[in-house]
């Protein structure tokens, strides 16, 4: 039986790939009041990591948590809006995005995964948006999806901007690769029902849209099965 874990605003959930079901799994942080969960991903060494936002999007009241062999490291706080993360391929680095504050983070990681710094690694110009979710391809290169920017931004791993992609869809919410080859790019978008959709410029918004990339990506880890003990 297949399973995926799922992360809810509150909390997490199992997934049963075979048949649909969920049902709450054990989650091992206390979640401050007032916050609630965001992005998550598993890192290359098994381990998850999990961010958390204010629910008012007013106050920097979001963490950045490692949840590995049952232990949980609170790695970093002070976000009103937490995105991302994504991973170096080697497992060597991770990326995060300080949204409100259209900034790109990084943290080196040790030979087990365990962080040994955290620097800037980049920022958003006002005019492009902010910082949503993001991944890495093969190569290293880090591609972000920007909210209220209708773009796809591309980053070095030396922190150099690459071109940008635009994106017929005003908030960029995510993107992954997938298929075969690994080359199909799946780009998730929002829409806001407080506002009319369409348009010439962002005529997809909330729609799930692809796009091919000359450059493969790299297959998701898996969860670690001790992740939370």
């Given at each position: 039986?297949?399973k995926?874990?799922l992360?809810?605003v509150?909390?997490?959930?199992?997934?049963s790939?075979?048949?649909?079901?969920?049902?709450p799994?054990?989650?091992?942080?206390?979640l401050?009041?007032?916050?609630?969960f965001?992005?998550?991903?598993v890192?290359r060494?098994?381990?998850?990591?999990?961010?958390?936002?204010?629910?008012?999007?007013?106050?920097?009241?979001?963490?950045?948590?490692?949840?590995?062999?049952g232990?949980?490291?609170e790695?970093?706080?002070?976000?009103?809006?937490?995105?991302?993360?994504?991973?170096?391929?080697?497992?060597?680095?991770?990326?995060?995005?300080?949204?409100?504050?259209?900034?790109l983070?990084?943290?080196?990681?040790?030979a087990?995964?365990?962080?040994?710094s955290?620097?800037?690694?980049?920022?958003?110009?006002?005019?492009?948006?902010?910082?949503d979710?993001?991944?890495?391809?093969?190569?290293?290169?880090?591609?972000?999806?920007?909210?209220?920017?209708?773009?796809?931004?591309?980053?070095?791993?030396?922190?150099?901007?690459?071109?940008?992609?635009?994106?017929?869809?005003?908030?960029?919410?995510?993107?992954?690769?997938?298929?075969?080859?690994?080359?199909t790019?799946?780009?998730?978008?929002?829409?806001?029902?407080s506002e009319?959709?369409?348009?010439?410029?962002?005529?997809?918004?909330?729609?799930?849209?692809?796009?091919?990339?000359?450059?493969?990506?790299?297959?998701?880890?898996?969860?670690?099965?001790?992740?939370?003990?």
């Amino acid at each position: 039986d297949a399973k995926a874990l799922l992360v809810s605003v509150r909390g997490f959930h199992a997934l049963s790939l075979d048949d649909g079901q969920t049902w709450p799994s054990k989650c091992p942080i206390d979640l401050p009041g007032g916050t609630i969960f965001n992005d998550g991903k598993v890192d290359r060494h098994g381990a998850l990591w999990v961010g958390s936002s204010d629910a008012a999007e007013a106050a920097p009241l979001g963490r950045l948590w490692r949840i590995a062999k049952g232990r949980v490291t609170e790695v970093a706080a002070g976000f009103t809006v937490s995105n991302g993360p994504a991973f170096a391929p080697d497992g060597s680095a991770a990326y995060f995005a300080d949204t409100f504050s259209r900034r790109l983070l990084r943290f080196a990681l040790d030979a087990s995964g365990n962080v040994v710094s955290q620097g800037a690694f980049a920022t958003i110009p006002p005019d492009a948006g902010f910082p949503d979710g993001m991944t890495t391809d093969s190569a290293g290169t880090l591609h972000v999806g920007h909210w209220d920017g209708a773009r796809i931004s591309r980053w070095s791993p030396a922190g150099a901007a690459l071109e940008t992609i635009p994106i017929p869809a005003r908030n960029v919410t995510s993107l992954a690769f997938g298929g075969g080859d690994l080359r199909t790019v799946a780009i998730t978008t929002a829409a806001l029902l407080s506002e009319p959709t369409g348009g010439s410029d962002n005529a997809w918004d909330g729609d799930l849209l692809s796009c091919k990339s000359t450059i493969p990506g790299l297959v998701e880890p898996m969860l670690s099965p001790d992740w939370a003990g």
